[in-house]
């Protein structure tokens, strides 16, 4: 439940306000600093018409030069969520030839399942399917909800990438093709998530509140931040920040070509990510996602500030899918109803307060002396 102060202000062009972030600015017309940002990225990143069609063409004829030799030229991710399933989809447009990597966490739903089973096999694509160890993954949610931090989501995307650039190497892959995007994901307060690839932060906090050793997590350490992608050159590419992703549309599609189902929400194809994201963020952190989503659109011109309200005031949550929710996730974990009420109250922390990747020259002050030289071997990206 949002609670609203006295000094309430939104943005008069979109959703976000004083209680999606405190931190909030606005102008002397109430245009928040998120509407700014969106339009600085959309005029540095989005490309439009020809330009972006010649970008997409250049991008995936490097692709297929680069993979010409192998069996793959390029690696994905495949949740069945919209963004991964249009990146699929796409990939088979340009005439590239993907490898589809799905990460299997053990909360996938039945839809998802099925949504990427459709996806594959209409498209032809061979599918990878990484299984990660549940007892040591059950183990590391617990220890995040025991920390009491706000991106519990940090650990699933941390494994995500570093298995995609793991068999990327191991396979001699030189592209991934992700699905992050200016035009649905740009706006993301500060306060709602934590960097994705600090395996230090996540041994932090597994140290701490962790039970079990973590002998196969796949973390993304030197050997892929500096190995992978740094000397072998194995680089990430957002295709759709070169094409018109209109959200609405792309479903449509997507629907019509492959059989794909709606989850009804963002990432809803998970669901644990479905009850993180409409009972645990609004329930403690009183963060409603919806609204940077919604922001989103509506700064690209794919949705009315009047429509996204009447979407905010629909409940964030099916009442009879939470309790479905509910149930299964506390027998997952292994929780009384009482031992996950008491991780819910305890008090919000940093993943600050836990140990957290520093630059090079920190952690190791021996080598301040040598950083020009190291930076130039290995460039910040």
Same mark, same amino acid.
């Given at each position: 439940?949002?609670?609203? *102060?006295?000094?309430?202000?939104?943005?008069?062009?979109?959703?976000?306000?004083?209680?999606?972030?405190?931190?909030?600015?606005?102008?002397?017309?109430?245009?928040?600093?998120?509407?700014?940002?969106?339009?600085?990225?959309?005029?540095?990143?989005?490309?439009?018409?020809?330009?972006?069609?010649?970008?997409?063409?250049? &991008?995936?004829? #490097?692709?297929?030069?680069?993979?010409?030799?192998?069996?793959? *030229?390029?690696?994905?991710?495949?949740?069945?969520?919209?963004?991964?399933?249009?990146? @699929?989809?796409?990939?088979? $447009?340009?005439?590239?030839?993907?490898?589809?990597?799905?990460?299997?966490?053990?909360?996938?739903?039945?839809?998802?399942? $099925?949504?990427? #089973?459709?996806?594959?096999?209409?498209?032809?694509?061979?599918?990878?399917?990484?299984?990660?160890?549940?007892?040591?993954?059950?183990?590391? $949610?617990?220890?995040?909800?025991?920390?009491?931090?706000?991106? &519990?989501?940090?650990?699933? *995307?941390?494994?995500?990438?570093?298995?995609? %650039?793991?068999?990327?190497?191991?396979?001699?892959?030189?592209?991934?093709?992700?699905?992050?995007?200016?035009?649905?994901?740009?706006?993301?307060?500060?306060?709602?998530?934590?960097?994705?690839?600090?395996?230090?932060?996540?041994?932090?906090?597994?140290?701490?509140?962790?039970?079990?050793?973590? =002998?196969?997590?796949?973390?993304?350490?030197?050997?892929?931040?500096?190995? %992978?992608?740094?000397?072998?050159?194995? $680089?990430?590419?957002?295709?759709?920040?070169?094409? *018109?992703?209109? =959200?609405?549309?792309?479903?449509?599609?997507?629907?019509?070509?492959?059989?794909?189902?709606?989850?009804?929400?963002?990432?809803?194809?998970?669901?644990?990510?479905?009850?993180?994201?409409? %009972?645990?963020?609004?329930?403690?952190?009183?963060?409603?996602?919806?609204?940077?989503?919604?922001?989103?659109?509506?700064?690209?011109?794919?949705?009315? =500030?009047?429509?996204?309200?009447?979407?905010?005031?629909?409940?964030?949550?099916?009442?009879?899918?939470?309790?479905?929710?509910?149930?299964?996730?506390?027998?997952?974990?292994?929780?009384? @109803?009482? #031992?996950?009420?008491?991780?819910? =109250?305890?008090?919000?922390?940093?993943?600050?307060?836990?140990?957290?990747?520093?630059?090079?020259?920190?952690?190791?002050?021996?080598?301040?002396?040598?950083?020009?030289? %190291?930076?130039?071997?290995?460039?910040?990206?």
């Amino acid at each position: 439940m949002e609670h609203i *102060d006295q000094d309430y202000q939104q943005c008069t062009v979109s959703v976000m306000d004083t209680i999606a972030d405190p931190s909030i600015r606005f102008d002397e017309k109430g245009i928040s600093n998120y509407y700014y940002a969106y339009k600085k990225a959309e005029a540095g990143i989005i490309l439009h018409g020809e330009q972006a069609k010649a970008k997409l063409e250049a &991008i995936a004829n #490097e692709i297929k030069e680069a993979g010409k030799n192998q069996p793959y *030229d390029c690696i994905m991710g495949l949740s069945g969520g919209v963004d991964s399933t249009y990146i @699929a989809y796409l990939s088979k $447009q340009l005439g590239l030839r993907p490898l589809a990597v799905h990460f299997d966490n053990g909360w996938n739903s039945e839809l998802a399942v $099925q949504n990427i #089973e459709n996806i594959v096999n209409r498209l032809g694509i061979d599918l990878f399917t990484y299984v990660i160890n549940w007892e040591e993954f059950r183990d590391l $949610q617990i220890a995040y909800l025991k920390a009491s931090v706000v991106d &519990i989501e940090a650990i699933t *995307d941390h494994a995500i990438f570093a298995t995609m %650039y793991r068999l990327a190497g191991e396979r001699k892959i030189r592209f991934i093709l992700s699905g992050t995007n200016v035009q649905t994901e740009q706006t993301l307060p500060s306060s709602w998530i934590y960097s994705k690839t600090d395996h230090i932060n996540i041994k932090s906090i597994h140290k701490r509140y962790g039970t079990l050793p973590l =002998k196969t997590f796949p973390f993304m350490d030197a050997k892929v931040k500096r190995y %992978y992608q740094q000397i072998i050159g194995i $680089q990430s590419v957002s295709l759709l920040n070169y094409v *018109d992703y209109n =959200k609405k549309r792309v479903k449509e599609l997507i629907q019509n070509e492959l059989g794909w189902r709606d989850y009804g929400g963002k990432h809803y194809e998970s669901v644990w990510t479905r009850f993180y994201q409409g %009972y645990i963020l609004p329930t403690k952190f009183n963060i409603d996602k919806r609204k940077a989503h919604l922001s989103d659109l509506i700064f690209g011109g794919q949705l009315s =500030k009047a429509e996204a309200i009447e979407e905010l005031e629909k409940p964030i949550y099916d009442s009879q899918q939470f309790i479905i929710d509910y149930e299964f996730v506390l027998k997952k974990f292994g929780f009384s @109803a009482e #031992e996950f009420d008491a991780l819910m =109250k305890l008090p919000p922390r940093s993943h600050y307060d836990f140990d957290y990747e520093k630059p090079i020259d920190i952690r190791y002050p021996i080598l301040k002396p040598f950083k020009k030289i %190291y930076r130039t071997f290995f460039p910040v990206k």
